[in-house]
């Protein structure tokens, strides 16, 4: 009773196998597809500058804020022409890497 | 002077630099549970078979204050000696002197004995602790790694080497121990890693212990960097000794063989495994209940252990051994575990070694996960190691052996020399439940019960196709034996196999997908 507890359950093909699982097999990270419209940090670093309110629209290509990682300044760029949704970010702050900064969402600016 | 006093002269010379770094520095070696370098040579060879060389080296650099600076032996032991009485060449970094840092003296000690060892074809054990390259002599360290890095290519596949790391092994230094056969850590003394904690931190912000980041464990179990793992350094040495007795000392000559030993009377052999496949049990209790005495030296035991790998005797002769493992993850191919069986298998095929592959495996890990860490280009090196090794090559297939897992594990389509089956075998392109979804889709989508269709069609698919007949009947598999017959058929086809000759298409090197 106690033997078949400690096993769990894989599936492939179909089958279900009794078996046990290995640490990496546990920690690995499921996948989720991407949302464009959820703008995360890509380094960790601080924020030095945001040019950009909530509402406002942005053509595709300007600069929107300003994080420095890795002792460089990046720019942070619109993807597409958009309108700003949410700022989760305050100025000075240092934030980790995939922090979520910003909420955008596509709008025909012409 | 006399001859007398020249004697005396040089044992007093000798003594002054057989102490390393001095005794302040052998304290704190020892305070952080380390043993000397000399004191690690002594414990892993033959009692009194050590002989040192370049005792005398000295560094030449001149910047940075080092001209007043005399560093004894430049921080390395280089010599030869035996192993069970067979020759191997060594080198350990000492701590003591200026933290084992490479600099060119140091390296040109190193790159000696390899080169020594190369020529005479016996095997190089090279014991890493050393805080890195040696600031002060610049490029001059660079070219040292380099030196070193361009041997252990050429003497890859030619003479076993062995790398222990007992200490730090961080930067550039790492890529010795990876370019070589086998990795040996223990626990809390062992560091790798190409960028450490503090520049880790100040640059990312990710903060992490060195022993979380590069210790032992993580070798040994996440990055596969490691073979073995031990606790202690004594435990360490017992390893390296066992992994020697079992391999030859160059690749033209066999494995010394060892006196015959029956298995050890255990546990029935078909009463180990259960009639359902989809029921575990410990690969490794087939191994042993085929193999001489109970000894099976298994290699990487901690990384990917959905498959096993190791080294076992059969009627005293060294055998290889690739096999499922059905308790973990099902057994299933990944991108770790085809790694760790394909280059396992290479060594083999380098090594004039044979190999047994036991397999039970229900196909590839399915996952996101699994796609984009490209289990299409790691599973490819099982297909290639198989296809392109030459050793004798047996498989038994014990239950499960479905779609393009039964192909790489060492099929009969791979040039397996041998491929037997136990009555057991599922030899099919998938598994029951799934071929059964798929063929039958349609009578299962309009039954009346599909559930019910469902199970019924599986078992169909299961009395039709879900056994070694199929393959028998094509030749795929020679034959179907009983599970208790495994070792006499298994020790028959490698006594028959002895002189197999086979030679692949001449090429400079082929492209392995790594």
């Known amino acids: 009773m106690s033997e078949e507890k400690k096993y769990k359950n894989l599936i492939v093909q179909g089958a279900v196998y009794k078996t046990t699982f290995t640490r990496k097999f546990e920690e690995r990270i499921n996948w989720e597809a991407p949302n464009e419209n959820l703008i995360h940090s890509f380094l960790p670093g601080t924020i030095i500058d945001i040019f950009i309110k909530t509402g406002e629209k942005v053509k595709e290509g300007e600069t929107i804020l300003l994080l420095e990682a890795m002792k460089m300044q990046n720019q942070v760029r619109m993807p597409f022409d958009g309108e700003i949704v949410k700022i989760y970010i305050r100025k000075d702050e240092v934030i980790s890497k995939n922090h979520l900064m910003l909420e955008i969402k596509p709008k025909n600016l012409k | ?514």
């Not at chain 2, 560094?59 to 010599?79: N, P």
């Not at chain 2, 790398?163 to 062992?190: H, K, M, Q, R, W």
């Not at chain 2, 009555?423 to 009346?448: D, H, L, S, Y």
Request: hydrophobic content about 40%.
């Open chain 2, 1 to 514: 002077m006399s001859l007398r006093s020249n004697i005396l002269d040089l044992r007093k010379r000798k003594k002054e630099v057989q102490k390393g770094g001095g005794d302040k520095a052998i304290e704190k070696q020892a305070k952080m549970g380390k043993l000397t370098a000399r004191e690690r040579i002594l414990a892993l060879l033959d009692k009194n078979s050590f002989h040192e060389y370049d005792l005398f080296a000295e560094h030449s650099a001149t910047d940075f204050g080092m001209e007043s600076k005399v560093l004894h032996g430049d921080g390395v032991i280089i010599g030869t000696g035996t192993i069970y009485n067979k020759p191997i060449c060594i080198f350990a970094q000492d701590f003591t002197v200026a933290g084992g840092s490479l600099g060119l003296m140091h390296a040109r000690k190193i790159t000696k004995i390899m080169d020594h060892a190369l020529k005479m074809r016996v095997p190089l054990i090279g014991i890493n602790d050393s805080g890195g390259a040696r600031i002060q002599e610049g490029v001059n360290s660079l070219a040292g790694y380099g030196e070193i890095f361009f041997r252990n290519t050429l003497a890859s596949g030619v003479i076993p080497q062995i790398s222990v790391i007992l200490g730090p092994c961080a930067g550039g230094a790492v890529y010795s121990p990876a370019l070589t056969d086998f990795v040996f850590v223990v626990e809390n003394i062992s560091k790798m890693f190409i960028t450490g904690p503090s520049v880790i931190k100040s640059v990312l912000g990710e903060e992490i212990s060195m022993e979380e980041l590069g210790g032992a464990r993580v070798h040994a179990e996440i990055t596969g960097n490691a073979h073995f793992y031990a606790e202690t350094e004594m435990e360490c040495f017992d390893q390296i000794k066992a992994l020697i007795s079992y391999i030859p000392r160059n690749n033209s000559r066999k494995a010394l063989p060892y006196p015959s030993k029956p298995p050890k009377k255990g546990k029935k052999i078909e009463d180990i495994v259960p009639v359902d496949p989809r029921i575990p049990y410990d690969m490794r209790d087939i191994i042993i209940s085929i193999t001489d005495g109970t000894e099976f030296l298994e290699i990487m035991e901690h990384f990917a252990p959905n498959i096993i790998i190791g080294f076992a005797r059969m009627e005293g002769e060294t055998v290889g051994f690739v096999a499922n493992q059905p308790m973990v993850l099902a057994g299933v191919l990944d991108t770790d575990s085809s790694d760790k069986a394909a280059r396992f298998i290479r060594y083999c095929d380098a090594f004039l070694i044979p190999i047994v592959t036991l397999e039970d495996m229900p196909g590839y890990l399915p996952g996101v996960d699994q796609e984009h860490a490209g289990v299409i280009r790691h599973g490819a090196k099982i297909l290639y190691a198989y296809s392109e090794a030459t050793v004798p090559k047996v498989t038994v297939i014990l239950r499960k052996a479905y779609g393009g897992g039964y192909i790489a594990m060492n099929s009969r389509h791979l040039r397996a020399d041998f491929v037997f089956a136990w009555p057991t075998a599922e030899i099919a392109v998938m598994g029951p439940e799934g071929a059964a979804n798929i063929v039958f889709r349609k009578e299962i989508a309009e039954a009346e019960n599909p559930e019910e269709m469902r199970q019924q069609k599986i078992q169909e698919y299961k009395e039709k196709f879900a056994n070694p007949y199929v393959a028998a009947a094509q030749g795929y598999i020679d034959e179907v034996i009983e599970p208790k017959q495994t070792r006499a058929r298994i020790l028959h086809a490698l006594q028959v196999s002895e002189n197999k000759s086979v030679f692949l298409p001449n090429k400079k090197h082929g492209l392995p997908p790594f």
